[in-house]
């Protein structure tokens, strides 16, 4: 069953709003999936290269939560440099906010996995309460507790802004094997 389907250029009415802050964008998407259920949601998008780590990136944050005090997620974020302008140096960051501490929270760290001259899948797998983000069909992050069951899901982008081709999500049908 699916979820919602948001191909841009056709769809931008599903967004709440954009967000323009600290020289990055959020769409942020209604997404109130039923959190018993397996669910599956995948987007692909290109961003620019640059020339410094973390200045141009794509994201996407999953389970947004801010019904309580403190906003809570989980994001991944992928980014291309090129220190030098002639090799390309690719880039993953995971981050939980406001939740239980992960390994490796906010680092970037280098991967072979990004293809840094397209379009990237990012990736996220809900199966019973544990999730799976990965990029480009490689899981790169494994949360076996999932604390934070928001009822957004939201697209991020560096200041010069990113090409998305579209986000699908889908319910994950257990019967059929």
């Not at 939560?65 to 302008?85: H, M, P, R, T, V």
């Not at 880039?91 to 397209?118: C, D, L, M």
């Amino acid at each position: 069953m699916l979820l919602c389907v948001i191909t841009f250029g056709f769809s931008q009415d599903y967004f709440i709003n954009e967000d323009f802050t600290k020289e990055k964008v959020k769409f942020k998407i209604p997404f109130e999936p039923d959190w018993d259920k397996d669910f599956f949601i995948e987007t692909e998008v290109k961003i620019a290269v640059t020339n410094t780590v973390s200045e141009e990136n794509a994201g996407i944050i999953f389970g947004y939560d801010n019904s309580g005090e403190k906003e809570k997620f989980y994001a991944l974020y992928i980014q291309n440099a090129s220190a030098n302008e002639k090799k390309a140096i690719d880039y993953f960051k995971f981050r939980a906010y406001n939740v239980p501490f992960y390994e490796n929270n906010e680092v970037w760290q280098n991967t072979s996995v990004i293809n840094h001259e397209g379009y990237n899948r990012l990736q996220i797998y809900k199966i019973d309460n544990e999730a799976f983000f990965s990029i480009n069909d490689q899981v790169i992050y494994h949360i076996k507790d999932i604390q934070t069951k928001g009822d957004q899901f939201q697209l991020v982008t560096g200041k010069n802004g990113i090409n998305c081709n579209y986000i699908h999500a889908y319910y994950l049908d257990k019967s059929k094997s």
